[in-house]
């Protein structure tokens, strides 16, 4: 029966390769492309930057203050908006 083997270290290595960007030019092409949709911490989002895919993964989410939570509609600190921010 299937698998096991080492056989995706190479795919790995290919997937985890790193890449120059500059931080301020992929914070625009970020917003325009998520700006105001729901991310949920761990989530990857793909992004097309010059020809490269850079995946960027939401880490953190719970930006809002405990005494404002409880006036948020469906609020929950594992998920979050994505802002310009």
């Known amino acids: 029966g299937g698998g096991g083997g080492g056989g995706g270290a190479p795919a790995m290595a290919a997937m985890t390769a790193m890449t120059a960007v500059d931080a301020s030019e992929l914070t625009r092409i970020v917003n325009k492309r998520a700006f105001g949709s729901i991310a949920a911490v761990g989530e990857t989002l793909p992004i097309d930057y010059h020809g490269t895919e ?6 953190v989410t719970n930006n809002v203050h405990e005494e404002d939570q409880a006036d948020l509609v469906f609020y929950h600190c594992y998920r979050g908006m994505v802002t310009g921010d």
């Open 54 to 59: 850079v995946l960027l993964r939401a880490v």
